[in-house]
């Protein structure tokens, strides 16, 4: 049933609603001059402060969406945290997929070959557009379209194929063995490949260059195919992996440690406060972590966790130090925002913020020689000769 009211009641609530929100507004007005103005106050006084010099004097066209995305990013820098980020909405599909094991574009891993400055194929991911188009690892692409890498320059080429949509098929010249191929390739998604591996004499190799949610499930085939071979030990190569989630290098350190505390992350309120325990079941074999300056994150909890029990030793070079968690939030338009959120301590109560991990066999690596690491492969290189002179010395 509706209800029905008079012209004269109707004028009559009207006015006093009208009395009740002049007396409300006075009111508020009132509070908000005596009372201290909070940080949200300051914002919005200087944004409007700013909006209203813009409308008055300004010859172009402010795009809401544009200004809102930086207006993100710029209160997402002033955190003053260094690991804190905002994505647009664009930008947080990829970023999504990436900590989900989806990558976008080519699949490939690659470095500027420090002679001819062309990229340099290292890793060609399984299932990828690259391996569908037949590239190879140790390939180098020499042009892209119309764009000779030596001459665009590596990163301005990179930025090239990120910038191309989906289903866009590159024509790529390629020097193998000394002669160019051409190969055509087109962008897609593809399930990201974060463990690559290889039997080395009697050890297995295994390089982690992430830790996302399908790294777990590749770890332990390749643990098992590796043990299946009959291999004597274990090099874990981390150097130049900057971390993942938590849950997934959890994961796999559990698959190597006994039974025990693997990690506790403590967060702004205690409440939160976490800890993850490994089950019963570790790798008897030694093992040994590459690691160098730019391993970090959870690739130091990895190292530190498998040092904390005595299951491996480290060699290479003391880590990038970072040992606090951030969080990514999805906001209601779409985009993402990052910052930290706590710290963790691996089992000897250790934080490894601004510390890193220490190697316990440090190798000296000079930047002349370092740049042509990749080129020169294990053979001839540093870190992998000593982890594996330090398993010939268990023997």
């Known amino acids: 049933m509706e209800k029905t009211y008079s012209l004269k009641h109707l004028v009559t609530v009207v006015c006093f609603a009208i009395l009740v929100s002049v007396l409300i507004t006075a009111f508020a007005f009132q509070c908000f001059v005596i009372a ?66 989806v990558n976008s574009g080519m699949g490939v891993q690659v470095s500027s070959h420090p002679d001819t400055l062309n990229i340099l194929v290292l890793e060609v991911h399984k299932g990828s557009p690259a391996e569908k188009a037949g590239l190879k690892q140790n390939d180098q692409i020499v042009k892209i379209d119309d764009k000779k890498v030596s001459e665009y320059g590596y990163s301005n080429t990179m930025q090239y194929i990120k910038s191309q949509p989906l289903g866009t098929e590159l024509t790529l010249v390629v020097l193998r063995n000394q002669k160019e191929v051409l190969v055509k390739l087109k962008l897609a998604n593809y399930d990201s490949q974060s463990v690559f591996y290889s039997k080395q004499g009697d050890y297995g190799y295994i390089q982690i260059t992430t830790f996302n949610n399908k790294s777990p499930e590749q770890f332990k085939s390749v643990l098992e195919d590796l043990r299946a071979k009959g291999v004597k030990g274990f090099i874990f190569d981390l150097r130049g992996n900057g971390g993942g989630t938590l849950d997934s290098v959890n994961a796999m350190v559990d698959m190597l440690i006994p039974e025990g505390l693997m990690v506790r992350v403590e967060y702004k309120d205690e409440r939160l406060n976490e800890t993850y325990n490994s089950d019963k079941l570790e790798e008897n074999l030694p093992m040994v972590v590459l690691t160098d300056e730019s391993t970090a994150s959870a690739s130091e909890l990895f190292s530190q966790s498998l040092k904390d029990y005595n299951k491996a030793k480290t060699v290479g070079r003391k880590t990038y130090g970072k040992g606090v968690v951030q969080k990514t939030f999805s906001l209601s338009d779409g985009s993402l925002i990052k910052f930290t959120i706590g710290k963790y301590y691996t089992k000897n109560g250790t934080c490894l913020d601004g510390i890193g991990v220490i190697p316990d066999i440090a190798v000296e690596y000079p930047e002349n020689e370092l740049k042509y690491r990749f080129i020169n492969g294990l053979s001839k290189d540093k870190d992998f000769i000593a982890a594996k002179q330090y398993l010939d010395s268990l023997s």
Do not use: W
């Open 36 to 101: 201290p103005r909070n940080d949200l106050d300051a914002y919005n006084a200087k944004l409007s402060e700013i909006n209203s010099l813009v409308e008055k004097y300004y010859v172009g066209e402010v795009d809401a969406d544009v200004m809102a995305n930086y207006l993100a990013a710029g209160y997402t820098a002033g955190l003053n945290d260094k690991y804190a980020q905002y994505f647009s909405k664009e930008e947080a599909i990829e970023s999504l997929n990436s900590f989900k094991g």
